[in-house]
T-cell receptor, first 115, second 112 residues
Framework: GAGVSQSPSNKVTEKGKDVELRCDPISGHTALYWYRQRLGQGLEFLIYFQGNSAPDKSGLPSDRFSAERTGESVSTLTIQRTQQEDSAVYLC?????????????FGDGTRLSIL | AQSVTQLGSHVSVSEGALVLLRCNYSSSVPPYLFWYVQYPNQGLQLLLKYTSAATLVKGINGFEAEFKKSETSFHLTKPSAHMSDAAEYFCAVNNQGGKLIFGQGTELSVKP
């Protein structure tokens, strides 16, 4: 498919476990974003990758959260020692570039549930 | 700092009635503004965007929005609601690239 792909679509894990969420952006898109959507709330920015520049990590809520991106392709968001408040939908988006006004294209998200 | 306020977390209209979803923004520089729609268990789909070319922006599915600088608003409208329009709608702002700042969302219900 030509869209942003995220996996898994659903993840249930026990408190304290580590989880990895994957995002495949649209081919050719140099900018990649992670957002978190808690139940009934808007989207919170987590992290932004643009080409080979240092990522903007200003939205990561704690040092338990980290993300990597391989070149201009796949990205992985890792949450260590998960807590119940980490339960949310994690959405990935990509855009052609990071220039203002470029629309961001979203995947369907990973629904994370922490027991 | 940028921010977005969506007035009304829930809006209910009858099928065929006008849809009006309100969005006000705060930005120290000329903003880029977006409306996205989210259907259950799906990601966000772009409805339309304002990038300073024209103040009245037309989007998909019959939606349009008007940028009013004096009112710092970017309200979303559709003349006649369809049942298929029932979804969550998000307004967002972004000025110099990078992250989008989202409003809290408005859930639109359409009654038959």
């Amino acid at each position: 498919g030509a869209g942003v792909s995220q996996s898994p679509s659903n993840k249930v894990t026990e408190k304290g476990k580590d989880v990895e969420l994957r995002c495949d952006p649209i081919s050719g898109h140099t900018a990649l974003y992670w957002y978190r959507q808690r139940l009934g709330q808007g989207l919170e920015f987590l992290i932004y990758f643009q080409g080979n520049s240092a990522p903007d990590k200003s939205g990561l809520p704690s040092d338990r959260f980290s993300a990597e991106r391989t070149g201009e392709s796949v990205s992985t968001l890792t949450i260590q020692r998960t807590q119940q408040e980490d339960s949310a939908v994690y959405l990935c988006a990509s855009s052609l570039s990071g220039v203002g006004g470029q629309p961001q294209h979203f995947g369907d998200g990973t629904r994370l549930s922490i027991l | 700092a940028q921010s977005v306020t969506q007035l009304g977390s829930h809006v209910s209209v009858s099928e065929g009635a006008l849809v009006l979803l309100r969005c006000n923004y705060s930005s120290s520089v000329p903003p880029y503004l977006f409306w996205y729609v989210q259907y259950p268990n799906q990601g966000l789909q772009l409805l339309l965007k304002y990038t300073s070319a024209a103040t009245l922006v037309k989007g998909i599915n019959g939606f349009e929005a008007e940028f009013k600088k004096s009112e710092t608003s970017f309200h979303l409208t559709k003349p006649s609601a369809h049942m298929s329009d029932a979804a969550e709608y998000f307004c967002a702002v972004n000025n110099q690239g990078g992250k989008l700042i989202f409003g809290q969302g408005t859930e639109l219900s359409v009654k038959p």
